[in-house]
């Protein structure tokens, strides 16, 4: 038997930790890091990333 995990958020990238509460945060200082750490995690925890604006990308699993 396989578990899934579905409809939950995975990780967030953003510019300043204290923007983010309760899953696992990685912080990058500028858009173009920001960016590709979430394509990174998007891709090992074969998840989707959606940008939430002010400095916020999130990873989720729909």
Known sequence: MEVTIQKAILAAVVDDP???SGVPTFVAK???SRQNKA???SRILQGAVHDLGDGVLIVVKH
Request: aromatic share 12%; glycine share 0%.
């Open 30 to 32: 500028d858009d173009a």
């Open 39 to 41: 394509l990174y995690l």
């Open 18 to 20: 204290s923007k983010v």
